[in-house]
Each structure stands twice: as C-alpha cells, then as structure tokens.
C-alpha cells in the first residue's frame, strides 16, 4: 500500500509564501496524474492544482492560477506546491492525492485513488 505524506503547511501572513511538499512511500509508485486539494471547515474538498506526463503538463484552478506552482521531482517521489500571494481564502487542509487511471477532468477527487493525510495552512491578515 502506498502512502503519501504531506509537509510544509504552517501558518502564514496574506501575501506570504509557503511550499508543501508530498513524497511517496514506494519508490517504485508511478501515478498517472499527482493533484493538489486543499479543504476549508464547512466546504467542500476543492482541487487546486494537478500535474502529470512526468511533469510536462500542468492544471490549476482558477482561484489560484498565477500564484501556485506545481512541480515534481522524479528522483524522489516528491510533488511540490509552491504557493505565493497567498490569501485569506487559502486557508484549509492541502491534501496530496495520486490518480493510477482515468479519465476527465483532472481535479476530479473521485480520480483519485491514493491520499495523504493533510497539512494545515493558515493564512492570517
């Protein structure tokens, strides 16, 4: 079973930077497609960015499209969001999940089929 694991939330000023990072448990796990949601308390799990064909195409939101970047390092098993201007709206649980198949759209939760257990992020004013 593979396991993914979050790191890097944290609390943060609007307008601050922060970078999550999610490494695989299994070097050898090879997802179609690596995807970014994020959850704020009494809303609904919202994807946010999406990255796959080793790392050639990438998908974001349009609440966060300009200041979110998503890459991944092969060699480590590790997908990575970079997140700058960050807002108030930000705020929520960042969850990191891998689809093996599929179709559709790439932010489609139901896609996915591995994930991780969160990380918090809090943007403050």
């Known amino acids: 079973q593979v396991h993914l694991v979050e790191s890097g939330g944290g609390s943060v000023q609007a307008g601050g930077s922060l970078t999550l990072s999610c490494a695989a448990s299994e070097s050898s796990f090879s997802p179609k497609i690596m995807g970014w949601f994020r959850q704020a308390p009494g809303k609904e799990r919202e994807g946010v960015a999406a990255?796959?064909?080793?790392?050639?195409?990438?998908f974001f939101s349009d609440s966060v499209k300009g200041r979110f970047t998503i890459t991944r390092d092969n060699a480590k098993n590790t997908v990575y969001l970079q997140m700058n201007s960050l807002k108030l709206e930000d705020t929520g649980k960042y969850y990191c999940?891998?689809?093996?198949?599929?179709?559709?759209?790439?932010?489609?939760?139901?896609?996915?089929?591995?994930w991780g257990q969160g990380t918090q992020v809090t943007v403050s004013s």
């Open positions: 999940a891998a689809a093996t198949q599929g179709q559709g759209y790439v932010l489609d939760p139901l896609r996915y089929t591995y």
């Open positions: 990255i796959w064909g080793a790392g050639a195409n990438t």
